[in-house]
T-cell receptor
């Protein structure tokens, strides 16, 4: 089983739609969680950290469920500019070792 | 503010050649790392450094060497290039070690080994 698993997609949604991605992780000792965004042929960029109580940043909401070992990202009112690959990233200790999921591709269409 | 700078952006090598991928950051970050990204796989950690003079292996270190003589620079050396090392390489830095600090990535080096 992969340490971090994501549905690769693509998720094709119309502009204005709400879309949600899930990510599961296998190590119950995982400590920190992040969502990164990666545009085609570009470097990953931090979208948001994920806190135990859940957190929101504009149209983006991240949730953590430690009992079920998954994190989620909800995007409301999707924009064309949201089209990208969203990477789930988990930190499990040991220096600064991060484990990246393979990413979920989102395509927002007119 | 330059952030993390990688050179070159593109490189084609022949099998057996060696080369160095350069990475520099101007944010005074302690932690630096190298990842490779291949289709269908997440970013995989090659080597990392928690400070000048200190390096350690990541998940896929074979065929690569690193050194960290200064806080700013963290070059990655391919000793004898193999086709399996064809990939996109990202250098990243973060302010502190531990705690899963957000990473600042360079814009990548696309490397092809023929």
């Amino acid at each position: 089983r992969k340490e971090v698993e994501q549905d690769p997609g693509p998720f094709n949604v119309p502009e204005g739609a709400t879309v949600a991605f899930n990510c599961t992780y296998s190590n119950s000792a995982s400590q920190s969680f992040f969502w990164y965004r990666q545009d085609c042929r570009k470097e990953p960029k931090l979208l948001m950290s994920v806190y135990s109580s859940g957190n929101e940043d504009g149209r983006f909401t991240a949730q953590l469920n430690r009992a079920s070992q998954y994190i989620s990202l909800l995007i409301r009112d999707s924009k064309l500019s949201d089209s990208a690959t969203y990477l789930c990233v988990v930190y499990t200790g040991g220096g600064n070792k991060l484990t990246f999921g393979t990413g979920t591709q989102l395509k927002v269409e007119l | 503010n330059a952030g993390v700078t990688q050179t070159p952006k593109f490189q084609v090598l022949k099998t057996g050649q060696s080369m160095t991928l350069q990475c520099a950051q101007d944010m005074n970050h302690e932690y630096m790392s190298w990842y490779r990204q291949d289709p269908g796989m997440g970013l995989r950690l090659i080597h990392y450094s928690v400070g000048a003079g200190i390096t350690d292996q990541g998940e896929v270190p074979n065929g690569y060497n690193v050194s960290r003589s200064t806080t700013e620079d963290f070059p990655l050396r391919l000793l004898s290039a193999a086709p399996s090392q064809t990939s996109v390489y990202f250098c990243a830095s973060s302010r502190q070690t531990g705690g899963g600090q957000p990473q600042h990535f360079g814009d990548g080096t696309r490397l092809s080994i023929l």
